[in-house]
Each structure stands twice: as structure tokens, then as C-alpha cells.
């Protein structure tokens, strides 16, 4: 008798742990480089909603950036992914790196703006965009948005990426090694700031960084791919030793999702990401973007989920 009740005690218990496994819910969000902002920032998301939802258990995954995020929400291996709004732009098109196929792509939120650093240091002669020209030059990675961007700044500066440059396809992390060791005489990184690999380099003993103005050219690109990018500054102080504001171009990130995301989930994890927006900031000041004044569908080329739209409406955002 002492037998079968435990052998019935030990079956309800696998039955009830069987249960709560079930309804566990693992959430795959795709960020970028170990070097850059996405990384960080995602692993701040994972662990405020692994914490905040009953049954969610979210984790921060390395990619190469924005592009490789947006095939894998697109191949059902992420729920979630950070992404500049150029290259989920090309994704909802099915344009440019998605020529195979549109994505059905919805925005969650729009985080922080990206902003293009157009990195080199002294001694390589290089002093504006014109200088790159027979230069040693990395564009980005080929899975993150850096590249799609680069090429944009580029061809707005009157360059040709193919022919005026020897080019290099490198993460931000690679570029700095890269351009420590001079094997690079410049890099493109559209990332928040700080960048942690840019403040190395800018930290690096016997190296001056310098910051290549460009903001100028914000116009030639929007004439061409739509109204996306905007001129700003990387001001002063914002790296180790670098004591002039940089005139730049900069585009929105977005944290989007496919249209598979129930109105639930999307309502509780915009929620919970608006609402916990002080945990995130705690381990990048990028986070404090993560605000409802930002929710304007004009800084996301992406319409926003139905549950998304839901909790702004109730914060009195949009209509």
C-alpha cells in the first residue's frame, strides 16, 4: 500500500513539473556583437522579462547584427530581435540582403538611435569621408546593418565601395583589433554610445582616435531611400580623450517581432520593457530611449503589433 502511494505521489509530481515545463515559454532575442550595444542591452531585456513573466525563460543571443536578426524572426528561430529600421525596411520589402522573400515584420518598440561613427586615427591621413578613397577600409560585418548603412554613407559622400576602397567586412570588436595592429585605416560602426570597443580604442595608449564628420549627407540618403536617417552629433566627452563634437547621421532601432506574436504577449512585454525601463538603464544609459514619447510610427518604417498599439492607446499614445 506504502508502495503505491508513493509510486501515485511520484507520478503527480512528474505530472505537475511535466505541466509548469509545458507552459515555460523560451524566448530567443537576437542582438549583435560582443562589442557593441545590442549585446548588452539584450541581455538587460532577457533577464527583466525572464524575471517580470511567470513561465518566460528569455535569453540574449550573439549574432551578426541586425540583418542576421531579422532572418532568424523570419525563419521562426527568434521571438524578438533589435535591428536598425533601414534593414528591417529592406526585410519588409523583401529588398537589398532579402531579395528571397518579404518578412512579415511587426515593431514591439522603438529603443534608441544608432549613431554612424566613422572611426580612424592619426597617421593615416585620413580627415574627411573624401580621404577614404585607396584607404583600407572596414564597412561591418555581413549579418549586422552597419554594412547596409556604410554603404549609404558612402555612396551619399560620391564613393564607390567596390572600387575606391580596399574593404574589409568586420564586427566592431574585429575593426578595433584590426585597426590597433594597422591592417585597417578606418571602420564604420552605427552603434549606441558609448560603444564599449570604441571606448577601448579611444582609451588605447600611443593611438589618437579621430571621428570623421559626415552628417552632411543625411539628406543625399533620405532623397534616395526614404526618410529614415537624420544628421546629429556624437558629442564631446563621449569617448576617453576625444574633446570635439562629431557631425554624423543616425538611424532609429527598433526591437520588432513576426506576426505570429499573440496581442498578449506583445502587449506584456512592451509593458513590462516601458514599465522595468530602470533596470535596463542600469547597464546601458541607451535604455533610457525606451520611452513612450518614442513610440511614433514615424520612427519605425514597421507597424506596430496590435498589442503593442493596445498598451499605448492606454497610455494615451496615438490614437
Not at 3 to 29: D, E, F, H, V
Not at 100 to 109: F, R, T
Request: aromatic share 6%; charged share 25%; hydrophobic share 40%.
Amino acid at each position: 500500500m506504502k508502495k503505491t502511494t508513493a509510486m501515485l505521489a511520484m507520478t503527480l509530481g512528474l505530472a505537475i513539473a511535466g505541466a509548469a515545463y509545458a507552459q515555460q515559454k523560451t524566448m530567443s532575442i537576437g542582438t549583435g556583437g560582443t562589442g557593441g550595444v545590442y549585446y548588452p542591452l539584450g541581455g538587460a531585456v532577457a533577464n527583466v522579462l525572464s524575471k517580470s513573466l511567470p513561465n518566460v525563460q528569455a535569453t540574449a543571443e550573439v549574432t551578426g547584427g541586425s540583418v542576421d536578426n531579422l532572418k532568424l524572426i523570419g525563419a521562426g528561430k527568434s521571438e524578438l530581435g533589435f535591428t536598425m529600421a533601414d534593414a528591417a525596411l529592406d526585410a519588409l520589402n523583401g529588398e537589398d540582403k532579402f531579395k528571397s522573400g518579404k518578412l512579415p515584420l511587426q515593431a514591439l518598440l522603438v529603443v534608441y538611435p544608432n549613431r554612424m561613427h566613422v572611426v580612424t586615427v592619426e597617421g593615416t591621413g585620413i580627415n574627411t569621408m573624401a580621404d577614404l578613397k585607396g584607404k583600407r577600409v572596414s564597412t561591418g560585418s555581413p549579418g549586422g546593418a552597419t554594412e547596409v548603412m556604410a554603404f549609404r554613407v558612402i555612396e551619399a559622400a560620391g564613393l564607390d565601395k567596390d572600387k575606391d576602397m580596399k574593404r574589409e567586412r568586420l564586427g566592431v570588436a574585429e575593426s578595433v583589433n584590426a585597426i590597433k595592429d594597422r591592417k585597417i585605416d578606418a571602420f564604420f560602426w552605427v552603434g549606441g554610445i558609448p560603444t564599449a570597443a570604441v571606448t577601448d580604442l579611444a582609451a588605447t595608449p600611443g593611438m589618437k582616435m579621430k571621428l570623421v564628420d559626415h552628417g552632411d549627407l543625411a539628406e543625399k540618403m533620405n532623397a534616395k531611400y526614404g526618410k529614415l536617417y537624420s544628421p546629429n552629433k556624437i558629442k564631446a566627452g563621449s569617448y576617453p580623450g576625444y574633446d570635439k563634437d562629431n557631425s554624423i547621421t543616425e538611424v532609429w532601432n527598433l526591437i520588432v517581432t513576426n506576426d505570429k506574436m499573440s496581442n498578449e504577449d506583445a502587449y506584456t512585454i512592451v509593458k513590462t520593457l516601458v514599465e522595468k525601463k530602470a533596470d535596463i538603464v542600469a547597464v546601458h544609459k541607451e535604455a533610457e530611449s525606451f520611452s513612450l514619447d518614442n513610440q511614433l510610427q514615424e520612427r519605425s518604417p514597421i507597424p506596430f503589433h496590435p498589442g503593442a498599439l493596445k498598451y499605448f492607446k492606454e497610455q494615451g499614445i496615438g490614437k
